[in-house]
C-alpha cells in the first residue's frame, strides 16, 4: 500500500518533502554561517555543503533569494570587495544584531522541534 499522493511514487512524495525541509533550513544555515565570520555567496553554498557532509546541498537559485530576503529584512547586510586584479568583486554578507536575535530564535525553535520529533519517532 502506498501512502503518497495520487498519482506519485513515494520517491516523488519524499522529495517533495525533502525541498520544503531544505527551504526551511535555508535562513538558519545563512544566518549560522554569517554569524561565524562574513562570507560571500558561493562560499556559502560550499560551506552548507561541506558542514552538512552533502545532505544540505543548496543551488545558487536557493541561497541566492534567501539572502537577498534576510538583507531587506534587516538579519544581514552586504558590501562588495575587490579580492585580487583581474578577479570580480564579491559580495560579503555579515549578521546584524536583528540578524543574531533572530538566528537564536530559530535555533531554539530548531531544537524544540527536532527533540520532539526525536521523541515521535522512538515510539511508545
Known amino acids: 500500500m ?5 498519482g506519485t511514487s513515494v ?3 519524499v522529495s517533495r518533502w525533502t525541498q ?6 535555508t535562513r538558519l544555515a545563512i544566518l ?4 561565524e565570520r562574513e562570507r560571500y555567496g558561493y562560499e556559502i553554498i560550499t560551506a ?3 558542514r552538512t557532509g552533502g545532505v544540505l546541498e543548496l543551488a545558487e537559485g536557493n541561497v541566492y533569494p534567501a539572502l537577498h530576503a534576510l538583507e531587506k529584512e ?13 578577479v570580480p568583486p564579491r559580495k560579503y ?4 544584531p ?3 536575535e533572530h538566528r537564536a530564535a530559530l535555533v531554539e525553535e530548531w531544537k524544540t522541534y527536532a527533540e520532539a520529533i526525536a521523541r515521535l519517532l522512538e515510539g511508545e
Open 2 to 6: 502506498c501512502l503518497c499522493t495520487i
Open 11 to 13: 520517491v516523488e512524495d
Open 20 to 25: 520544503q525541509f531544505r527551504k526551511g533550513s
Open 32 to 35: 549560522q554561517l554569517v554569524g
Open 48 to 50: 552548507i555543503r561541506d
Open 74 to 86: 534587516g538579519h544581514i547586510t552586504s558590501s562588495w570587495r575587490e579580492v585580487e586584479p583581474g
Open 93 to 96: 554578507y555579515r549578521i546584524t
Open 98 to 100: 536583528r540578524g543574531i
